[in-house]
């Protein structure tokens, strides 16, 4: 497919983002890049300075809300693009709602337990719905442990043995490449469901 | 029995456990987990009494921090 094919499919497309982290901040990014019409994104959290290591963030836009800072970075690289944002935490409640008309949903938590929250609502909620989960992507280097495999309508991309600790940060090589990985996945799911 | 535990084949002594006998079995000592029997998620409240017998496909993932 040229690009011009690639866009013409994707902008009828409509991904959800759970977090606007190093993984969702990214993965957005990437999306935005190539098109997708719509993206949906929910992160109750602020941008501070500790998240520009691996966060796609600006040292200006420090204390700003990351939803209205990644809807100004994603219309600055793609003003196309429908960017709705959710400021609010996620829950069982209204996850099922919030991305009922997404096509993929990419998880993008940060924390062990907010992504068993999402993955049980979401297989208990929408079982027929895809879903990329970032898995394991703490600290430096092992590139080779990087890897993605899909259970069901889940793709699990990540190294799923990292996990962060004051030795072990995430940092953006590693959360950029997962993010990316992530992004990856959701391409080649609406690329194919198009095709089919 | 023998089950496929996360896609290896494992074979225990006992006819059947349950998600947490099984858990424990394993040494799997993590909080955060998914566990799929069969393909069907076992929710957090239904690891005591659902059960894991011969043949059963059964998938635990490990939930850990970062993003």
């Known amino acids: ?196 | 029995m023998k089950i496929q535990l996360n896609n290896n084949q494992e074979t225990f002594p006992a006819e059947k456990f349950t998600v947490t006998e099984l858990l424990k079995q394993k040494n799997f000592t993590f909080k955060m987990l998914i566990v799929k029997i069969n393909g069907t998620l076992v929710k957090k409240a239904e690891y005591d009494s659902a059960e894991v017998i011969d043949g059963d496909e059964v998938m635990v993932l490990h939930l850990i921090s970062g993003g």
């Open chain 1, 1 to 196: 497919m040229t690009f011009e094919e690639i866009k013409k499919v994707l902008k009828n497309k409509t991904v959800g983002i759970a977090g606007a982290g190093g993984l969702g901040s990214n993965c957005a990014v990437a999306l935005a890049r190539v098109g997708i019409g719509k993206l949906v994104i929910a992160d109750f959290d602020v941008v501070s300075e500790s998240n520009l290591n691996r966060q796609y963030y600006f040292y200006d836009q420090v204390n700003q809300k990351k939803t209205t800072a990644i809807r100004t970075n994603i219309l600055r690289i793609n003003p196309e693009i429908n960017v709705e944002t959710h400021d609010l935490k996620l829950t069982p409640a209204n996850i099922p709602t919030l991305f009922a008309d997404c096509d993929v949903i990419v998880e993008a938590f940060d924390l062990a337990d907010q992504k068993e929250m999402l993955i049980e609502t979401m297989l208990t909620e929408m079982p027929e719905k895809f879903l990329v989960v970032g898995l394991g992507m703490a600290g430096w280097g092992m590139n080779d442990t990087i890897h993605c495999r899909q259970v069901g309508k889940m793709f699990i991309c990540g190294d799923e043995i990292s996990e962060i600790a004051p030795d072990l940060p995430p940092i953006a090589p590693r959360v950029g490449i997962v993010s990316n990985m992530q992004a990856n996945v959701v391409v080649e799911l609406l690329l194919n469901s198009f095709k089919s």
